[in-house]
């Protein structure tokens, strides 16, 4: 039984920079690979991001490619996403999710997800 807890979100203005966190329990992080969606008011979730286990590969969506960072901190248990250049349409609410699995694109892959953290960007 693995828990995900995101933190981190909140209201920032656009252009602005917000760093996420995902603390994890009941396994070791380095289990799993990890990924980070979102979903917005009356849309599906989105995929934003991943990285394997020992973060030796990441792979990101066209929309955040050079403006948000995902890495890991395996003996820390916890998952980050650096969120830079934000934009209005960022606003959504952020999940991080664990996969069993060697890589994972797809909501559908991912089996364990948190909580989730409001992220709001003013224009």
């Known amino acids: 039984q693995v828990q995900l807890v995101e933190s981190g979100g909140g209201l920032v203005q656009a252009g602005g920079s917000l760093r996420l966190s995902c603390a994890t329990s009941g396994r070791t992080l380095s289990s799993y690979t990890m990924g980070w969606f979102r979903q917005a008011p009356g849309k599906e979730h989105e995929f934003l991001a991943t990285i394997s286990r020992s973060a030796g590969s990441t792979y990101y969506a066209d929309s955040v490619k050079g403006r948000f960072t995902i890495s890991r901190d395996n003996a820390k248990n916890t998952v980050y996403l650096q969120m830079n250049s934000l934009k209005p349409e960022d606003t959504a609410k952020y999940y991080c999710?664990?996969?069993?699995?060697?890589?994972?694109?797809?909501?559908?892959?991912?089996?364990?997800w948190g909580q989730g953290t409001q992220v709001t960007v003013s224009s």
């Open positions: 999710a664990a996969a069993d699995r060697n890589s994972a694109y797809d909501p559908t892959q991912y089996a364990i």
